[in-house]
């Protein structure tokens, strides 16, 4: 772990574990405080979108066209400067913040972290975002 880059694909991936055991020890009802969890449900071709980022009441369709946007646009410089590293950003990026926006949603549920932390811990994932993406941009990664 001797470099940001490195330490922010860590990040990511221990998020994507944390949220997939989420995910399954909601789904398997396992807990009684699961049928009065907010947002978790069956998936199906209606929630689908809602259920793999945690937003609801059409931020996730906002969610959907932005990162439509940001993909069209790495793809497109991309191709101007001859280089993968954009798109590589892009996923990157997109794999990042959509477990961090789900993984949030899991902690919040029961209110037992205080939100004050929810938000440090945000702050600390942006800046460790912020240096991954200097790494790629630097091929210190």
């Given at each position: 772990?001797?470099?940001?880059?490195?330490?922010?694909?860590?990040?990511?991936?221990?998020?994507?574990?944390?949220?997939?055991?989420g995910?399954l020890?909601?789904?398997?009802?396992?807990?009684?405080?699961?049928?009065?969890?907010?947002?978790?449900?069956?998936?199906?071709?209606t929630n689908?979108?809602?259920?793999?980022?945690?937003?609801?009441?059409?931020?996730?369709?906002?969610?959907?066209?932005?990162?439509?946007?940001?993909?069209?646009?790495?793809?497109?410089?991309?191709?101007?400067?001859?280089?993968?590293?954009?798109?590589?950003?892009?996923?990157?990026?997109?794999?990042?913040?959509?477990?961090?926006?789900?993984l949030?949603?899991?902690?919040?549920?029961g209110?037992?972290?205080?939100?004050?932390m929810?938000?440090?811990?945000?702050?600390?994932?942006?800046?460790?975002?912020?240096?991954?993406?200097?790494?790629?941009f630097?091929?210190?990664?």
């Amino acid at each position: 772990m001797n470099t940001f880059f490195r330490l922010a694909l860590y990040f990511t991936f221990a998020m994507l574990f944390a949220t997939i055991i989420g995910n399954l020890v909601f789904s398997t009802d396992a807990f009684e405080t699961v049928h009065t969890a907010p947002g978790y449900q069956d998936i199906n071709e209606t929630n689908a979108l809602s259920q793999l980022t945690g937003l609801s009441g059409g931020m996730e369709s906002v969610w959907l066209i932005a990162t439509t946007i940001a993909g069209i646009t790495a793809v497109g410089i991309s191709i101007l400067v001859h280089n993968v590293v954009p798109i590589g950003i892009y996923l990157f990026g997109e794999v990042f913040w959509t477990s961090y926006i789900k993984l949030s949603g899991i902690l919040s549920v029961g209110g037992f972290i205080p939100e004050e932390m929810l938000i440090l811990a945000g702050v600390g994932m942006t800046m460790l975002f912020i240096a991954a993406i200097v790494g790629m941009f630097t091929g210190s990664g």
